[in-house]
């Protein structure tokens, strides 16, 4: 598991160091909130229906949007406990389709916990992401996108709502 988490800090560190050294002077965080609707019928039948959804976002000048996101969701069924959680980390782009409104897609490491009874499992895999942002106003957007992590347990649709400063 260290070597997973080593190895992924590795690739960030690999993905976000040369971008640092390029940035301009003005910084463009975002933070999100929202949920994450499975597409797998069987995992939303084992947790929740909507899972919550976090992430941290920035934008590089060059290189384009880092994000880490976490979505977490857990339930029982049949006396059995399930809690499914993945961190997401994507490099994403966008391109403006309209006055306000961009299309997103991202390419990334997905590393995902599945706990099903007593069992965990852990898995590191290549991940996604593709979708569209409504503007609302300067630091204000609306996503709408599909979130893909190899995996039936991280696929979703997933709606945010995403504060910039």
Same mark, same amino acid.
């Given at each position: 598991? /260290? ?25 463009? /965080? ?20 909507? /899972? ?26 049949? *006396? ?47 991940? *996604?992401?593709? *979708? ?16 893909? *992590? ?16």
């Amino acid at each position: 598991m /260290w070597r997973r988490m080593v190895g992924a800090f590795v690739l960030m560190a690999a993905m976000v160091l040369p971008a640092v050294a390029q940035e301009e002077p003005q910084q463009r /965080w975002a933070v999100r909130l929202g949920v994450l609707y499975p597409t797998a019928s069987n995992v939303r039948d084992q947790t929740d229906k909507f /899972w919550v959804y976090v992430g941290l976002e920035r934008h590089f000048a060059n290189i384009g949007l880092v994000s880490l996101d976490y979505t977490e969701g857990s339930g029982s069924r049949a *006396g059995v406990d399930y809690k499914f959680s993945h961190f997401a980390l994507f490099l994403n782009q966008r391109q403006n389709y309209a006055p306000r409104l961009d299309l997103i897609g991202g390419i990334g490491l997905v590393y995902a916990k599945l706990e099903r009874g007593g069992d965990t499992d852990h898995r590191t895999r290549l991940g *996604g992401t593709i *979708g569209v942002a409504y503007s609302l106003g300067p630091r204000s957007e609306l996503q709408l996108r599909y979130h893909t *992590g190899s995996m039936r347990e991280t696929n979703g649709i997933v709606l945010t709502l995403n504060l910039r400063f």
